[in-house]
């Protein structure tokens, strides 16, 4: 059985990780040059 601390520990750490992440995912984000170049019309292909 895992001991308190060990639970912990192991929360902080992916819990930091995590936030970590999503700040670098938000940074992307906010940059207009990777979705400039996105825009498509619908063309059927049959009509």
Known sequence: MARLN????????????SILELAEAQKALQKPALFSGISRTYCPKDE
């Open 6 to 17: 060990q639970i912990i520990a192991i929360e902080k750490g992916i819990k930091s990780r």
